[in-house]
């Protein structure tokens, strides 16, 4: 496949994908209507980081084998779904804030580092993307790529992902929509927080293939 062609079969294929429900989403939308556009768009940053890691094993052929085992599924299952949990119930545990002002940014904000490791962890630890990536890699990549091909795909992939999600956390924090959820950002939380659970119970009762 032409590396145009298959760019743009990459281009279709990630952001359809993306743009799907699941965890990174619930996440970032959580993180932007609670604490702005800002944290919106650092755990927009940190999902498109934990890319690097399906990416990785993906270029060395492992994805198929991690696919395929059942014990390592069901390892990053348990990794998954328990870490969403725990988010979750972080959410669930919000408290009311300071509704007086314009700032819709709490006065104990985690700091830039630590929301980018969340959407590392959130993206890193989906159980669902050793299966998408085998797929992707079937259509459109290859092991036996030059490695700076490789290399191009996996940036373009990286870059896909933190533009739509900060496209998503753009638009949240646009002042209409910010305004409406501005006096209610601990029960976004818990209701988020309540989807992250979910999510994380979905994650582990699911059986493996």
Excluded at 5 to 11: D, N, P, Y
Excluded at 31 to 41: A, C, E, I, P, Y
């Amino acid at each position: 496949m032409e590396f145009i062609h298959g760019l743009l079969v990459v281009t279709v294929v990630h952001l359809l994908a993306a743009a799907s429900p699941g965890p990174d989403f619930v996440m970032v939308t959580q993180q932007t209507l609670s604490h702005g556009k800002k944290s919106g768009v650092l755990c927009s940053l940190g999902i498109a980081l934990g890319l690097s890691v399906h990416i990785s094993y993906s270029a060395l052929g492992l994805a198929a084998v991690i696919a395929s085992s059942h014990t390592a599924l069901w390892v990053i299952k348990l990794l998954g779904g328990s870490y969403l949990i725990y988010l979750g119930v972080r959410g669930l545990r919000a408290k009311p804030g300071p509704v007086d002002g314009e700032c819709i940014v709490p006065a104990q904000s985690a700091t830039a580092a630590k929301t980018i490791g969340t959407g590392f962890l959130c993206n890193a630890l989906n159980p669902k993307a050793p299966v998408y990536f085998v797929a992707l890699f079937t259509v459109v990549l290859s092991p036996d790529m030059p490695l700076r091909l490789l290399i191009v795909y996996g940036a373009w992939i990286m870059l896909l992902q933190f533009a739509w999600f900060s496209l998503v956390a753009t638009l949240l924090a646009s002042p209409p929509v910010s305004r409406r959820f501005r006096k209610f950002g601990h029960v976004i939380d818990r209701l988020f927080g309540g989807a992250m659970v979910a999510l994380g119970i979905k994650v582990l009762v699911t059986r493996t293939s």
